[in-house]
């Protein structure tokens, strides 16, 4: 309880200087110093307050503890009135300076002054009636339970032994915040309405809190968000035959667990006296090997399978997407956004944490130059992947984060990983249990979306055994098999219904299909999400287009932009002995899709990257591409090109711009300028995504939605397709990819299969 409120007018006030009864002072932890026409000071452990005026000077210099509040209204100090004297002692009192004070009593004054400092009524906390009441709890070996117990003996607090009712606060202490029978005490205290304080006070790295409320996180919340960091273990475990965590070497020195208990008693003792503060919702962690402390926010999982409704993400799922007014707040950067970055970090930082967060850490990628802009994540985990089929897929692939500004780039990386954490598997998705030919004319054959060639089928084995895992063919899929689908939603209302596994990463039981990222997008709201989504269909189908035909297509002119921002990457890149030039990739749907490429100038080896980008601004759209470029750069500045993706590894050693001509503008064409790029200027992101959509509708193309947000996360997650869309990936189904070129007139006929490019696109 901060700075509470002290009625001035109900004091007693039988006294005068001596009084015997409540006075009012300054508080304990502050130390007065008045100087006639200097001011009145007071010093604490903050620094020091200085309060100027004759006024204040003299009523200063009475709050010493011995006067009360009549005496103070009689003196007039400063020559003050009564009503001005009680006006400004009711400002001090307010601005937690001045409390009423109760005299006698063999109090510690250094405990009072403690207890005063946090903002709590010292007095209640040194006249209780009796001790508080803690019940000591130990989950596993013993770790430091006695050293706890004598703890908490010495600040005077009485530790009980009986139910969860007899006492004020329980302390419960463990080796590992994952052990199982935690389950049972979390179940026991929200029961009873109880809270609990957990610890395990030990090891390098010592662990205290939160304290669980029954109306807050419970155990089940931090546990979601622990096993989430600790997925590596988890499938160790499972291949190892074993369940919960793995046990571990108990590690402490007698300083270690003596700071500890201490540590674990004075959080006690605070939830005991009324203080509350952020810190008790937060695991607190004290690194003992650097004496570094953190706190991490452990928010409430409303869709939780232990304290909240755990129907909330089925229920989103089952009704139609409906568009919002999205007012556009910023255009800069790489989109138009309905929030800043800045914005979206403020509301989102709690996501990043080792223990509360769905990701570790956001940094920058350290073998990135500095202009590049490239950040990390973490890794790219699937949670419903786990055992052997987890280890073999070595939980290497990176959360990583783009953009104009390190600030653009770091809210890319959250995003990102929230973007892949809401789209796993998670066991509360809505999912209807049917064969393909059961559900009728509202199922999508998932091959309309995978798009694979009946030949590619037929010769999985051998492709598959060369190349990288995301462009595996699967088996074919079984229409006769009874498997979960989940629906889908036209901006019309109409549902479609898709297999489960292909809509979110790691489902189990289901064959011949897959989760992508094709369409896959976070935004800072659901509209920014969706086109956002529907920008990556439109985008990876043009790359498709261009790369598989190998066809040329003009360069575009990027001093028209007159942006000073590609002007420095140009510059930067000529800095390190690399060309930078971008192609125009729009296909027939009109929406500007732009490649930005580099090559090595100084020397045999070209080193050859690729980044796309596509937005309804074409200046967006350069950026991006350029932005996407830049994540790339890592992979060829660094010695050696250590890739685990043959596909990728054989670009490097093997593409140039004369054996892969397609690279450079076409001869002869005009460079495309800005001003070749048609773009409409709208305020709101929802009237883009319309737009897009009727698009997407006059080429015959349907844009489907599924909202992935988790009520835990809160970042607008979606799944977006447009059945149809070519990914960018090694897909050759009759279609897009063959009939676009022809219409557009880059091509005389269809190119035939056995001459598409052979080398898949491996972004």
């Known amino acids: 309880m901060r700075n509470p409120a002290v009625d001035t007018t109900g004091a007693r006030t039988a006294g005068g200087q001596g009084a015997a009864g409540p006075t009012l002072a300054f508080k304990r932890h502050l130390r007065a110093e008045v100087r006639a026409g200097k001011g009145a000071y007071l010093f604490s452990e903050q620094g020091v307050i200085a309060m100027r005026g004759a006024q204040i000077e003299s009523l200063a210099s009475l709050l010493d503890g011995t006067h009360d509040l009549e005496s103070l209204l009689r003196d007039r100090p400063g020559g003050m009135p009564p009503d001005q004297v009680r006006a400004l ?25 403690y207890w005063d400092a ?58 590992d915040y994952l052990d199982p029978r935690l389950a049972a005490v979390d179940a026991a205290h929200r029961a009873g309405g109880r809270p609990w304080l957990i610890a395990r ?16 996180g419970c155990w089940h919340c931090l546990t979601h968000r622990l096993w989430g960091h600790r997925h590596a273990e988890a499938c160790v475990q499972e291949v190892l035959g074993h369940d919960g965590p793995a046990r571990r070497p108990v590690s402490a020195v007698p300083p270690l667990t003596a700071a500890a208990a201490h540590f674990v008693a004075l959080e006690a003792c605070k939830w005991l006296a009324g203080y509350r503060y952020e810190g008790q919702q937060c695991v607190w962690t004290l690194d003992t090997l650097d004496l570094q402390g953190r706190l991490h926010e452990l928010r409430r999982r409303p869709q939780c399978d232990g304290c909240g409704d755990t129907g909330l993400v089925a229920r989103r799922s089952a009704a139609p997407v409906v568009l919002q007014p999205a007012k556009k707040v910023t255009s800069g950067g790489g989109g138009h956004r309905t929030a800043t970055p ?6 989102h930082r709690h996501l990043i944490s080792p223990i509360t967060g769905i990701v570790k850490a956001v940094r920058p990628d350290p073998s990135a130059p500095a202009f590049a802009n490239a950040y990390h994540s973490g890794p790219n985990v699937t949670r419903g992947v786990t055992g052997m089929a987890a280890l073999r897929a070595g939980l290497r692939c990176q959360n990583g984060g783009k953009g104009v500004t390190p600030l653009d780039a770091e809210v890319g990386a959250l995003c990102e990983a929230a973007e892949r954490f809401s789209g796993s598997y998670q066991g509360d998705e809505l999912r209807i249990r049917a064969t393909f030919a059961e559900l009728g004319e509202e199922a999508l054959h998932p091959n309309d979306c995978m798009l694979f060639a009946e030949r590619q089928y037929d010769g999985r084995e051998a492709w598959n055994a060369e190349h990288a895992d995301f ?11 009874a498997i979960d689908w989940t629906p889908v939603w036209s901006l019309t209302g109409r549902r479609r219904l898709l297999p489960t596994a292909h809509l979110y990463y790691g489902t189990p039981g289901a064959r011949g299909v897959h989760a992508d990222s094709n369409g896959a ?9 969706i086109l956002q989504g529907a920008l990556e269909l439109v985008e990876r189908d043009a790359v498709a287009l261009w790369w598989y035909n190998r066809v040329p297509v003009p360069g575009v002119d990027l001093n028209s932009f007159g942006d000073r921002w590609l002007e420095e990457m140009t510059r930067n890149y000529a800095g390190i002995g690399r060309e930078l030039w971008v192609l125009d990739l729009t296909s027939d749907l009109g929406v500007p899709v732009m490649a930005a490429l580099s090559r090595r100038t100084d020397g045999p080896r070209e080193d050859v990257i690729l980044g796309f980008g596509a937005h309804l601004d074409p200046r967006i759209a350069v950026r991006r591409a350029v932005t996407e470029l830049n994540q790339m750069l890592p992979i060829v500045l660094a010695a050696g090109h250590e890739l685990d993706d043959p596909d990728a590894r054989r670009w490097l050693e093997f593409a140039t711009v004369a054996n892969q001509p397609y690279l450079r503008p076409a001869a002869g064409e005009r460079m495309r300028a800005a001003g070749d790029f048609p773009f409409v200027e709208r305020a709101d992101v929802g009237d883009d995504v319309e737009a897009l959509a009727a698009t997407l509708g006059g080429a015959g193309l349907e844009l489907l939605v599924l909202d992935q947000t988790r009520p835990d996360v809160g970042i607008p997650v979606v799944k977006v397709l447009a059945p149809g869309l070519r990914p960018l990936w090694a897909r050759f189904a009759p279609g897009r990819l063959f009939d676009v070129p022809v219409r557009l007139g880059r091509l005389d006929a269809p190119t035939p299969y056995d001459r598409l490019n052979p080398l898949p696109m491996f972004l």
């Not at 462009?471 to 098999?481: S, Y």
């Open 471 to 481: 462009q595996r063919v699967p088996e074919r899929f079984d229409t006769g098999a």
């Open 342 to 347: 800045a914005q979206m970090l403020e509301r």
């Open 201 to 216: 006070p030990f090891g390098a790295q010592v662990w205290i809190g939160p304290v669980l409320r029954p109306d807050g």
């Open 118 to 175: 946090c903002g709590v009524d010292a007095e209640r906390v040194a006249t209780r009636e009796r001790p508080s009441r803690v019940r000591l709890i130990t989950v596993g070996d013993d770790i430091g339970t006695e050293r706890v117990r004598a703890a908490l003996t010495e600040a005077d607090v009485e530790v009980v032994t009986g139910g969860t009712d007899v006492a004020d606060l329980s302390v419960v202490l463990c080796s």
């Open 521 to 529: 997008a976070a935004g800072s709201s659901l509209e920014d999400a």
């Open 89 to 113: 002692l009711a400002q001090l009192v307010q601005a937690g300076l001045v409390t009423v004070r109760e005299q006698g009593g063999q109090n510690d004054e250094r405990a009072l002054a």
